[in-house]
């Protein structure tokens, strides 16, 4: 298809040259756009109504996404805000939907139906009546004409691959909630991509094990029948929609509806075969029924359907079956931190505000640490967490602050309208006008009190922050509170300043402040600077907690609670303990690879399970030019401009979907998001594995392409 421009947005800046639409959805719009910066061809989506709540939403769908790297989910790369504007980058993809690609007739299938422009909707708007009405089915769509024949014989390919990436979405945490044929592309090579995550929800609880009620948000057709009773969300409603995509694939048409809206009660009985035409496949008749089974909990499983569509291998599937999730692993040699936290938190519940920097090098448990800390405050001491989390790929207003400030306004909009209000300060909606989602809460927007309209950026910060800080002082009288932020080697100068006049304050509000941070990042990163240039200031109201390597023991120890139960575990969790160097994170990976070798029967000798086995079978499983963008740090030997590596590696441009890959697998880290950041590998372990399996010619061709492409850039010695 021939590229159509339409004009100029300056809405997305200078860097961006929007080429076309490609779609539009219930949330937003997605256009073809040029990255001038970077070179490259991205999709580049928009919010439709820059409401509190789209807002909130839009920036949720993102932050699931951004560590998300899988060949059947759709990479994203950067969130963006300029003035008025939020949107954010994804890899561009050509191809059809999920129907499309399966037709073996063109022309019958009505195409609307494919590519409705809003056919997301959310019951909790309609009247009841409408409501009543959709959900009983008597709005089902006429049956298509008779032709309904699919190429059923390229079905279970594709349908595997679907619930591949589903299972590696599930397994991180969250549900789709928006399966159907438009969401699901398959591309000329037959890659099957799930897209448009707009109404991404976690699975059943989050970090503080708070359940999760499913909104009612969505595609009416595709929806699991106890969306509409206000149930649990679970991985199910996803198998559902598959389910109902399965049964038009052997029908031509869409299912009965299994929901009486009537008694409000779920219905257990299945579609009928009756309704299958005499030619299905009797195996898929069977799952689409199992299925589309009223009750969550007797769909099948992701393995499940796997097995039955013919799949009985799952390496393609990170983390095998039956792995233990991370709660339920020991904590192991972390007592002493885990003691400062406890004490950490008595002082502040005498008064005022303290701060607790948690930090050391990549992979050894920091985030993991707090987490257990979080939910035990939250569980035995009644406080109020909210945690947020800085990403490298975004830029946007107060970077540190805006996911934390998401959390607030979900704690907020939580709380009995009249407990909401008595929190509200006099400078609420000046704090909203620089926190939009804030303004998703009714205690907001109901509060009085005059807007304050100047033009003074910095004064509107101030009166911004002065009301956050008096809304914090409130709440930290009602209850105890911890607010927490992750990864904040990636926050911004402006955050840091507030988090300091919290401490600096004379009258402070009685809260815990943690923050984690990567120690590696101290000297590069502006935040952190701007920590460590405070810490005289803010004095003894702030403390510094160092997370190293575990003991051998302590390693040991880790690898036999994650490792089978059996003759040889004592011997394969000292041999992991000597591989991983005291780095939990490398215990938690070779444990897992010395599962699957032992749940396979295969060697166990100290040669096969190594981290160098690990760490070379990930890496043979790359995409090539993530492989090859990959050799080119590697051999650098240290740390490149992002723009020379990509270079260095043959690549015509910045393929930020091949670093991207590299960054979610734990290959390589960076510096930032622009070409000339820094890349390196993540542990020198992994430059010396690669390193020694690349042949003598390999070696000398990449120094030779490296030398190239330093000399071409013109910033190296």
């Not at 959900?135 to 349908?159: C, D, K, M, N, Q």
């Not at 650098?636 to 960054?663: C, K, N, T, Y």
């Amino acid at each position: 298809m021939t590229s159509q421009p339409v004009s100029e947005s300056p809405e997305f800046g200078e860097r961006f040259e929007v080429l076309r639409r490609l779609g539009k959805g219930g949330m937003g719009v997605v256009y073809l756009a040029r990255d001038r910066v970077k070179d490259m061809d991205v999709a580049l989506k928009t919010i439709n109504n820059l409401s509190p709540s789209m807002l909130y939403r839009f920036k949720r769908e993102f932050r699931s996404l951004v560590d998300l790297r899988h060949r059947n989910l759709v990479a994203v790369y950067e969130l963006l805000s300029r003035n008025e504007t939020w949107f954010f980058t994804m890899e561009y993809l050509e191809g059809r939907n999920f129907l499309q690609h399966l037709r073996q007739s063109r022309g019958w299938f009505d195409e609307s139906s494919l590519h409705a422009d809003d056919d997301t909707i959310d019951l909790a708007e309609l009247d009841a009546a409408e409501r009543e009405r959709l959900l009983s089915g008597t709005s089902a769509p006429a049956e298509p004409p008779p032709a309904r024949r699919f190429r059923l014989g390229e079905a279970r390919p594709v349908l595997l691959q679907l619930v591949q990436g589903l299972q590696v979405l599930h397994r991180a945490g969250h549900i789709h909630c928006d399966i159907k044929p438009s969401n699901v592309m398959v591309t000329p090579e037959d890659r099957v991509v799930i897209l448009d995550f707009g109404l991404v929800n976690p699975v059943a609880a989050d970090i503080l094990d708070r359940k999760t009620r499913v909104g009612l948000e969505g595609t009416y057709e595709y929806m699991a029948p106890e969306r509409a009773v206000g149930g649990e969300a679970s991985p199910a409603i996803d198998w559902y929609a598959v389910g109902v995509m399965l049964f038009q694939l052997l029908t031509g048409g869409l299912p009965p509806r299994n929901f009486d809206s009537s008694s409000r009660e779920l219905q257990l009985e299945p579609p009928s075969p009756a309704l299958f035409p005499p030619e299905s496949p009797g195996d898929l008749v069977a799952l689409c029924i199992d299925l589309l089974n009223v009750e969550p909990k007797r769909r099948p499983s992701g393995d499940e359907i796997r097995r039955r569509l013919g799949d009985l291998e799952s390496a393609d599937v990170p983390e095998a079956a039956g792995a233990p999730k991370p709660e339920s692993v020991p904590f192991v040699g972390r007592e002493a931190h885990q003691r400062r936290l406890d004490e950490a938190f008595l002082k502040m519940q005498q008064g005022g505000c303290r701060a607790v920097w948690v930090h050391g090098s990549s992979g050894m448990g920091k985030s993991a640490l707090v987490h257990r800390f979080l939910r035990r405050v939250a569980r035995d001491r009644g406080a109020v967490v909210l945690a947020g989390r800085c990403h490298e790929q975004e830029s946007v207003p107060y970077k540190a602050l805006d996911a934390l400030i998401d959390a607030l306004s979900s704690f907020l909009k939580a709380l009995p309208r009249n407990e909401a209000g008595a929190l509200m300060p006099r400078d609420v909606h000046t704090l909203a006008r620089v926190f939009p989602v804030l303004e998703r809460v009714p205690a907001v927007t109901e509060t009085p009190g005059r807007r304050f309209e100047s033009p003074n950026r910095r004064e509107v910060r101030r009166r911004a922050f002065g009301a956050l800080r008096e809304l914090l002082a409130r709440l930290g009288d009602r209850s105890p509170v911890v607010l927490f932020i992750d990864d904040l080697q990636w926050g911004d100068v402006d955050s840091a300043a507030f988090l300091f006049d919290l401490l600096k304050a004379t009258d402070p509000p009685r809260l815990l402040l943690l923050g984690c941070y990567r120690s590696e990042y101290v000297e590069s990163s502006p935040a952190l600077q701007a920590v460590l240039d405070d810490r005289a200031a803010a004095g003894a109201n702030q403390e510094f907690v160092e997370i190293g390597p575990l003991s051998e023991a302590q390693s040991a120890e880790l690898a036999r609670a994650l490792l089978e139960p059996g003759e040889r575990a004592d011997e394969m969790a000292e041999l992991v303990a000597r591989e991983s160097d005291g780095n939990p994170f490398f215990v938690q990976e070779l444990a897992l690879y010395g599962r699957a070798l032992q749940r396979d029967g295969l060697d166990l000798r100290p040669a096969k399970v190594s981290l160098e086995n690990l760490i070379w079978q990930r890496v043979e499983s790359l995409p090539r030019e993530a492989f090859l963008l990959l050799q080119a740090v590697t051999v650098s030997g240290r740390p490149l401009r992002q723009e020379d590596a990509f270079r260095a590696s043959g690549s015509s441009g910045h393929d930020e979907r091949a670093l991207s890959i590299l960054r979610a697998e734990h290959l390589v880290r960076t510096g930032g998001t622009a070409l000339g950041d820094e890349v390196d590998t993540y542990h020198d372990r992994i430059r010396e594995t690669i390193v020694a399996h690349l042949s003598a010619d390999v070696l000398e061709r990449q120094h030779r392409r490296l030398a190239d492409a330093l000399e071409e850039g013109g910033r190296a010695d």
